[in-house]
Nanobody
Framework: VQLQASGGGLVQPGGSLRLSCAAAGFNFRLNTLGWYRQAPGNQREFVGD???????NYSDSVKGRFTISRDNVKRVMYLAMNDLKPEDTAIYYC?????????WGQGTQVTVSS
């Protein structure tokens, strides 16, 4: 199982970014996929996830600003982030569970600053 997150960068408050998570090594269309983030000095926290049926779930801190989607043909999950705030600054990771094990991507840095 391989997950590779990309698309991070530096953005001003109120700006937007779209992260991608490319996946390989498992039956992508059957798996729930999730986004997590970790800010310096903090524990990794749940951002949101998307099921095989495309149902989504979000943390209260990003609800209404972030949108998760997936392309089962391209085997990619996306995180569209709008109205970004300085407190969204973190390393963002994608995750899936396969055969009862957690698999994580390497993370992509998102920095929100003026």
């Amino acid at each position: 199982v391989q997950l590779q997150a990309s698309g991070g960068g530096l953005v001003q408050p109120g700006g937007s970014l779209r992260l991608s998570c490319a996946a390989a090594g498992f039956n992508f269309r059957l798996n729930t996929l999730g986004w997590y983030r970790q800010a310096p000095g903090n524990q990794r926290e749940f951002v949101g996830d998307i099921t095989s049926g495309h149902s989504t779930n979000y943390s209260d801190s990003v609800k209404g600003r972030f949108t998760i989607s997936r392309d089962n043909v391209k085997r990619v999950m996306y995180l569209a982030m709008n109205d970004l705030k300085p407190e969204d600054t973190a390393i963002y990771y994608c995750k899936t569970v396969y055969r009862s094990r957690d698999f994580w991507g390497q993370g992509t840095q998102v920095t929100v600053s003026s």
